[in-house]
């Protein structure tokens, strides 16, 4: 086996993976970005980013990038709630004045492979990493590419592998995990009768399900069903997922002359996280560091959070130990405000039964008299929110 010396290590190519690469590869150091594929296929999940993924987007000189290749401005976002409408307009309600973007993944995933390497990085795909480890030399990773197994020296490991993220467990990390116990499944839609500058949301509260639909162009999109039994897969699954979507609210209009096309399939939607994303030379990031219920749509900015936040840290300590420590630390603490807010809407707008529809009457008209009981986490992010108990308790309605 042959040794090879970069300061960084990416394993996975999707947009956390390369959002990274580039982002450090422009300064100089020596990154390798590692792909297991060599064709990006369609997936079901990451496909929005919120107004406040937005903000890092910017910040990372990212959103130019994505809005002139792939992205798709969505500036209003409307909640149907037992089929009551409201829309809001993201600019002029934000902190950030942005809207939501959505996007297909696969097209994403090629467009930040290609900045990666514009900024520098060396790009390998089909590259199959067999094992990641640290020893006394520090950290180092072992790939198998054209035929051959190398085993590559770095300073640092970035696993960007996903929410089933090997590199995780090749460093030992402990996953915990949530209580939520949904399914999401998701299809591509054509010739879609719905406003497509913005993000649709429908609550059934009395189900404790939802049924969504991001647009991706005009008429083009991804539709939702997140539900609590119910299971699609397949292209012949469409009509019965379509049927689905009327019951949670979905106006019959609206997917009346859609043409189903792509991959149905459905997914859980546990919380899952690791205490800690860093140790030992290698660093989690993305869904790898932690993914929270794609039901409220927060992983591609979390991933974009992720990657500004390490690379300052690495920027700022020369002791790449010490940075990674305090990724981890500053990682743990906004992730873990989003896991709070989002139990607590879980509970609000999921939970089903004569107490959950009490709980709903009781607070939802005090939040029309007083949107600030309403943390804006979803759309304004982890700072955007104070959730200490009295947030709590004035969200839910208690005083």
């Not at 990212?62 to 600019?91: Q, S």
């Not at 959950?356 to 955007?384: C, F, I, S, Y």
Request: net charge neutral.
């Amino acid at each position: 086996m042959s040794t090879t010396q970069y300061d960084v290590i990416t394993i996975g190519g999707g947009l956390a993976g390369t959002a990274f690469a580039r982002t450090v590869a422009r300064r100089g150091p020596r990154v390798l970005v590692l792909e297991r594929t060599t064709e990006f296929n369609d997936r079901i999940r990451g496909e929005w980013i919120a107004p406040w993924g937005v903000a890092e987007a910017k910040s990372l000189g990212l959103f130019d990038l994505l809005m002139k290749t792939c992205g798709h401005a969505l500036p209003r976002f409307t909640t149907y709630i037992n089929g009551a409408p409201r829309e809001r307009d993201l600019v002029t309600t934000t902190r950030h004045a942005a809207p939501a973007i959505g996007l297909f993944h696969p097209d994403m995933q090629e467009v930040m492979l290609q900045a990666a390497r514009d900024a520098g990085a060396e790009v390998r795909r089909g590259a199959v990493v067999r094992s990641v480890g640290v020893d006394a030399e520090g950290p180092w990773v072992e790939v198998q590419m054209d035929g051959a197994i190398q085993s590559l020296r770095t300073r640092l490991v970035v696993g960007a592998d996903g929410r089933d993220s090997q590199t995780r467990r090749w460093g030992k990390f402990v996953v915990q995990h949530g209580k939520q116990g949904r399914f999401a499944a998701g299809l591509m839609l054509d010739n879609v009768e719905a406003d497509s500058g913005s993000s649709h949301l429908w609550f059934d509260t009395r189900a404790g399900q939802v049924a969504c639909f991001f647009p991706q162009a005009e008429g083009r999109g991804r539709a939702y069903v997140m539900s609590n039994t119910r299971k699609f897969s397949g292209l012949s699954d469409a009509p019965l997922f379509i049927q689905e979507s009327y019951k949670l609210g979905v106006a019959q209009k609206v997917y009346a002359q859609a043409k189903p096309f792509g991959v149905l399939a459905t997914i859980g939607l546990t919380d899952r996280w690791v205490d800690h994303s860093y140790r030992d030379g290698i660093a989690l990031i993305g869904d790898a560091a932690g993914a929270s219920d794609p039901t409220w749509g927060q992983g591609l900015s979390t991933v974009l959070r992720d990657v500004r936040v390490l690379g300052h840290c690495l920027e700022a300590d020369e002791d790449w130990r010490q940075a990674g420590n305090a990724y981890a630390v500053e990682r743990d603490r906004y992730f873990g405000a989003l896991l709070k807010y989002e139990s607590w809407v879980d509970e609000m707008m999921m939970e089903t039964g004569p107490k959950a529809d009490e709980r709903r009457a009781h607070a939802m008209p005090l939040w029309q008299k007083d949107p600030t009981r309403v943390p804006d986490l979803n759309v304004g992010g982890p700072e955007n929110a104070v959730l200490d108990e009295r947030a709590r308790r004035r969200y839910f309605g208690e005083e």
